[in-house]
């Protein structure tokens, strides 16, 4: 797989969690990366993307402010920490590679590579 996630697990409301998404042999620091999500019986959707080269990053309005979007490009991941988890949070995380300059980071149409996903359940 080119794009593998890490991380996901079963957690109580108010607990953290770091997923983890590594590029098996594939630079992250040159175009956008993304994390998505698709919650029971709704659309995939926007969480969190960064752009490596100058840190810039984009948040969706219901994470911002709990979760953070950082990357390293040695080792060719990108993490997602997220604080303070909602049951609402429950879903299946993706990651999601770009790979040319995007102006529009929020689309899933913006990113051609896509891992498997990883499972975040969160009870109250």
């Known amino acids: 797989a080119l794009l593998e996630e890490f991380g996901g697990g079963s957690v109580q409301a108010g607990d953290s969690l770091r997923l983890a998404c590594v590029a098996a042999?594939?630079?992250?620091?040159?175009?956008?990366m993304g994390w998505f999500r698709q919650r029971p019986g709704k659309g995939r959707e926007f969480v969190a993307a960064i752009h490596l080269g100058d840190n810039r990053t984009y948040y969706s309005d219901v994470v911002k402010g709990r979760f953070t979007i950082t990357g390293d490009s040695a080792r060719g991941t990108v993490y997602l920490r997220m604080s303070n988890l909602k049951p609402e949070d429950t879903a299946l995380y993706y990651c999601?590679?770009?790979?040319?300059?995007?102006?529009?980071?929020?689309?899933?149409?913006?990113?051609?590579?896509w891992g498997q996903g990883t499972q975040v359940t969160v009870s109250s």
């Open positions: 999601a590679q770009a790979e040319t300059p995007i102006s529009l980071e929020t689309v899933e149409e913006s990113y051609p590579y």
């Open positions: 042999g594939r630079t992250i620091s040159r175009y956008a």
